[in-house]
C-alpha cells in the first residue's frame, strides 16, 4: 500500500538563499546560484530569554520552522513535530569538550542547557505552545530522509498533520575538519493527511513488490549544476533539495533519496493544479 501525504507548505534557507522565493528561482535555472552570509535570525516566536539563549543551530531550525508556520493555513499548536539533523549542535559540543579538558572544567549552563539533541524540538514547543507528539532524530547524512520518513509515518498512522524540520551547520575548527559540512541548510514541510486549501502537491512512497518502500536502487537523485550539487552532498539537510527542485519547477515526477545501510526511498511527487 502506498504512504501518501499532502505537502502544505514548504520552506528553505541556505546562504545566499535565504527563503522559499530566492531559492525558487535558482532551482529552476532563472538565476545563477552565488552563495552569501544568511543574516542573523532572530526568532519571532521565542519569548526574549530563550531566544536569548538559542545558538545559531537552533536559530536555523526557527528560521525555516517559523516560515513554513508562516505560509500553512495550520496553526503551530496543531501540528505533530519531526526534527532532523544529523549532528546536532556541534559548536556546544566543542565548547564543552574543551571546558572539560581544562583545569576548572567549568561549562557554562547555557551550553549545557543547550546541547541535547532535541533542543530545537524543545524551543519550538514552547515557542508554538506545541503539546503534540515530537521526535528528534539523527542518521547522519541520512537524516532529512529518516526525518521524513517518520513524518510521513505520523501523518499516515497518526492521522497528524506534521512540521519537518530539517536543519544542520558547520561546526567551528578542529571539529570542521572531521565533519565538513560545507554550509549553513535548513528545510521546512508541513504535511497532511487531507488535501486543504493550501495543498501543493501530494507526496506519496510507493510500495514495491514485497510492501517496502526501502530498495537497493535507484541510486539517490543529484543535482544539476557543480553549486547545487556541492551543496546537496556537503550538508545533510541539503540532500532535500532534489524534492525541492521539483516543487520549484511545478512538476511531478519521482526522485530517490538515500538511506542508512545503502538502501534508498523513491519518493512520487504529483503537484496541485487549480483551474
Not at 525555516?64 to 495550520?74: G, N, Q
Not at 505533530?80 to 583545569?103: K, P, W
Not at 547522519?140 to 498533520?161: K, T, Y
Not at 508541513?190 to 535507484?218: C, G, H, K, M, Y
Request: aromatic share 6%; charged share 15%.
Amino acid at each position: 500500500m502506498n504512504t501518501i501525504a499532502y505537502i502544505e507548505s514548504i520552506s528553505f534557507s541556505a546562504p545566499g538563499l535565504p527563503d522559499w522565493q530566492s531559492a525558487q528561482a535558482v532551482l529552476r535555472d532563472e538565476q545563477t546560484y552565488v552563495a552569501s552570509d544568511l543574516p542573523t535570525y532572530q526568532p519571532n516566536l521565542l519569548p526574549p530569554n530563550e531566544r536569548r539563549r538559542a545558538s545559531p543551530t537552533v536559530r536555523m531550525a526557527f528560521r525555516v520552522a517559523e516560515a513554513a508556520l508562516h505560509t500553512s493555513s495550520i496553526g503551530g499548536a496543531e501540528l505533530a513535530t519531526v526534527f532532523a539533523s544529523a549532528d546536532g549542535d556541534l559548536s556546544i559540543a566543542q565548547r564543552i569538550c574543551t571546558a572539560l579538558a581544562e583545569a576548572q572544567r567549568f561549562i557554562s549552563p547555557t551550553d549545557f542547557h543547550n546541547s541535547v539533541h532535541n533542543a530545537a524540538a524543545g524551543y519550538w514547543s514552547i515557542a508554538a505552545q506545541a503539546n503534540g507528539p515530537s521526535t528528534a532524530i539523527a542518521a547522519g547524512d541520512c537524516s532529512f530522509a529518516v526525518g521524513l520518513m517518520e513524518a510521513l509515518s505520523m501523518v499516515q498512522i497518526e492521522h497528524r498533520a506534521t512540521l519537518l524540520v530539517a536543519y544542520d551547520v558547520p561546526a567551528p575548527m578542529p571539529l570542521l575538519a572531521k565533519r565538513p559540512v560545507v554550509a549553513p541548510v535548513g528545510v521546512g514541510l508541513i504535511l497532511t493527511p487531507q488535501r486543504s486549501a493550501n495543498t501543493q502537491a501530494t507526496l506519496s512512497v510507493p510500495a514495491a513488490a514485497n510492501d517496502s518502500p526501502l530498495t537497493l536502487t535507484p541510486m539517490p537523485t543529484p543535482m544539476n549544476g557543480a553549486a547545487l550539487e556541492a551543496m546537496r552532498v556537503g550538508n545533510p539537510a541539503a540532500r532535500a533539495l532534489p524534492l525541492l527542485q521539483l516543487l520549484a519547477y511545478g512538476r511531478s515526477g519521482s526522485v530517490a533519496l538515500a538511506l542508512p545501510n545503502q538502501r534508498s526511498i523513491a519518493l512520487q511527487l504529483d503537484m496541485e493544479f487549480r483551474s
